[in-house]
């Protein structure tokens, strides 16, 4: 089993940032996806941005690119969104997850094995 523990939300108004974190730990993998969903009222879940553990492979949602930069700390087990220029439409439970088992990246939450408890971001106008 592997726990996902993200911190790091809050309110920040519009044109701001946030950086959100996400703590793994329990069982270890030699190669894993590790990527942050966000979830707005009455929406899907939807991807944002992923790395590959090893290599450091990102990739990253047209909405947020430019914009977001997904990062991990080796020695910590942790991956780290910065979330810079915030607009009200980036409001949602953002969630971490890693995927254990597919490395291609998949932008679909069926997808991934393990999820945290999700945090909340609201950007105000």
């Known amino acids: 089993q592997v726990q996902l523990v993200e911190s790091g939300g809050g309110l920040v108004q519009a044109g701001g940032s946030l950086r959100l974190s996400c703590v793994a730990s329990g069982r270890t993998f030699s190669n894993y996806v590790m990527a942050w969903f966000r979830q707005a009222p009455g929406k899907e879940r939807e991807f944002v941005a992923g790395?590959?553990?090893?290599?450091?492979?990102?990739n990253y949602a047209d909405a947020v690119k430019g914009r977001f930069a997904i990062s991990r700390d080796n020695a910590k087990n942790a991956v780290s969104l910065q979330m810079n220029s915030l607009e009200p439409e980036d409001t949602a439970v953002y969630y971490c997850a890693a995927d254990m088992t597919d490395w291609s990246m998949s932008i679909s939450p069926y997808t991934y094995d393990y999820w945290g408890q999700g945090t909340q971001v609201t950007v105000s106008s």
């Open positions: 790395i590959l553990w090893t290599g450091g492979r990102t």
